[in-house]
């Protein structure tokens, strides 16, 4: 094909399946031709399609009378539309994880001043062992984001382009890769050499989701079954166990649903169903469920295709998973996974979305959706050591309970459902444990307390899949939920306790 060609989703007339009440006879026998020889579950064998004139590549297949992926033109599509008016052609679009944003340089030295640099060392204050991986960020004009920034090495240093050995700086922000908290400094002259202590993450400390939920009972969740739709499940984390999944990135292997290396997905399962304990490990809100695992962001890649993301979700419905978890969005409205949430709810499941971290702006799609659960996310003062980043997410309107508040970050709107805890929350990562914020952590802990509460309502988990099984669900989800005082905007319908 052309270096000019672009990916499409194509769709039948309605929903994701081209039934007799919705797409015509020649419909359906295209998008089954279509499909035919690449309706698999892994990586489709690459075929070409003609439907003079239209040439096209398909690469991937929900079905044989469901979407497929395919590879042609822009211009061929009206083509495509002429021969097939009730086929539906959406572009792929890309998604992300719902982390808060990490704080980073925009304008630094000019190219002449480079060599200057300036050497700190990142240490823990436990011992004094050195941080590597941590992500180091020096404002010298916070305002205009100027500045320098860089990872450090095995042996906890970095070196930072800010023309000297010596610098003033009005903020400094340190970011560790796991197993301690992050820093944030503000006003302070550093010197090369200059060393900056992190506190190690204790795994008794009392976060947000801890001080709301306390610790879940063994059987918490026993009888649900939640897909994570994210980054990959590490399988390897003692205190974590998953009942399977699939990775619906096209071209990898479809039962490499661990986690990719972003860590995201492990982090998000923790919260809700992690099954250790203090001070050895941690519990996640619903530790009984049964968990699934389905990655649709490539080996390290932080971005994910709403193509990935429907097939991901037709999973997780075929495998009868009762909620689905989505940390995930930013991406424009699509008409596919619109399609993919409204048949998730059609089946008897429950999409849970993060809300996004824009800094009070709409909420994003897909949380924006109407059948949507959309998350945003909220914090407690005291659930985090004093001097971290996290600091800076705490923003007005406060709760009833001074303490509360609504995270800096958090996306806000009438779409918002209900707010959970996602500033500063201690999960599992590979290898460990670490504390990450994000709408995307907001989302997890309302879905594990939704599996809690669900697990002791057998008279809605003994109900045919159907749609009126999802709104009893999302009913007694919501009518759980208490306000914290900050209005309908901010938290929905508030905090499910």
């Not at 960020?137 to 240093?157: C, I």
């Not at 503000?186 to 989701?209: C, F, M, R, W």
């Not at 002791?456 to 306000?483: C, F, H, N, Y």
Request: hydrophobic share 40%; charged share 20%; aromatic share 6%.
């Amino acid at each position: 094909m052309s270096s000019k060609t672009q990916q499409f989703i194509l769709l039948p007339t309605r929903g994701l399946r081209a039934a007799t009440s919705n797409s015509t006879l020649a419909l359906r026998e295209f998008l089954g031709g279509v499909g035919a020889k690449s309706a698999t579950r892994g990586p489709a064998p690459t075929k070409m399609a003609e439907t003079a004139p239209v040439q096209m590549r398909v690469l991937d297949s929900i079905n044989s009378d469901g979407p497929k992926l395919v590879e042609m033109a822009p211009d061929s599509s009206s083509a495509l539309r002429a021969n097939h008016p009730g086929l539906r052609i959406a572009p792929v679009v890309y998604y992300r994880p719902a982390l808060a944003p990490r704080f980073e340089v925009e304008s630094t030295l000019k190219a002449a001043k480079v060599a200057a640099k300036l050497k700190l060392k990142i240490v823990s204050k436990r011992d004094g062992r050195p941080v590597a991986g941590a992500f180091v960020v020096a404002f010298t004009d916070f305002v205009n984001r100027y500045g320098a920034q860089g990872t450090t090495n095995k042996n906890g240093e970095v070196s930072l382009a800010l023309g000297g050995s010596s610098k003033k700086l009005q903020r400094l922000y340190v970011y560790p890769g796991s197993g301690f908290w992050s820093a944030l400094k503000k006003n302070l002259t550093v010197t090369s050499g200059t060393q900056i202590g992190l506190e190690p993450v204790a795994l008794n400390y009392t976060d947000a989701l801890r001080y709301f939920y306390g610790h879940a009972a063994d059987n918490a969740g026993l009888g649900v079954k939640v897909g994570v739709i994210d980054t990959g499940i590490d399988t390897k984390h003692p205190d974590l166990h998953v009942n399977g999944g699939a990775n619906t990135v096209v071209g990898e292997n479809p039962n490499d649903y661990g986690d990719n290396g972003e860590h995201h997905g492990t982090h998000v399962a923790g919260i809700i169903a992690a099954r250790g304990l203090p001070p050895a490990g941690l519990r996640g809100l619903a530790p009984a469920v049964t968990l699934r695992s389905y990655r649709v962001f490539g080996k390290d890649s932080g971005q994910a295709s709403n193509y990935s993301i429907i097939k991901a979700l037709d999973q997780a419905v075929s495998d009868g998973c009762d909620l689905i978890n989505m940390s995930l969005g930013g991406g424009l409205p699509d008409i596919a996974t619109q399609d993919a949430i409204e048949y998730a709810r059609a089946e008897g499941s429950v999409v849970i979305v993060a809300a996004g971290n824009d800094d009070r702006s709409p909420v994003s799609f897909p949380a924006s959706d109407s059948l949507a659960i959309a998350i945003s996310a909220m914090g407690r003062k005291k659930t985090f050591p004093s001097g971290t980043a996290d600091a800076g997410d705490v923003a007005s309107p406060y709760g009833k309970d001074k303490n509360n508040f609504v995270a800096a970050f958090s996306n806000i709107g009438p779409e918002i459902d209900l707010t959970g805890p996602g500033v500063a929350i201690l999960s599992t990562v590979p290898g460990g444990y670490t504390p990450m914020s994000g709408t995307s952590m907001a989302c997890p802990a309302v879905t594990g307390f939704a599996a809690k509460l669900l697990a002791t309502r057998a008279d809605i988990l003994g109900m045919s899949r159907s749609p009126a099984r999802s709104e009893a669900i999302v009913q007694a989800l919501l009518q759980a939920a208490k306000s914290l005082g900050f209005g309908p905007r901010y938290e929905g319908q508030g905090l499910p306790q």
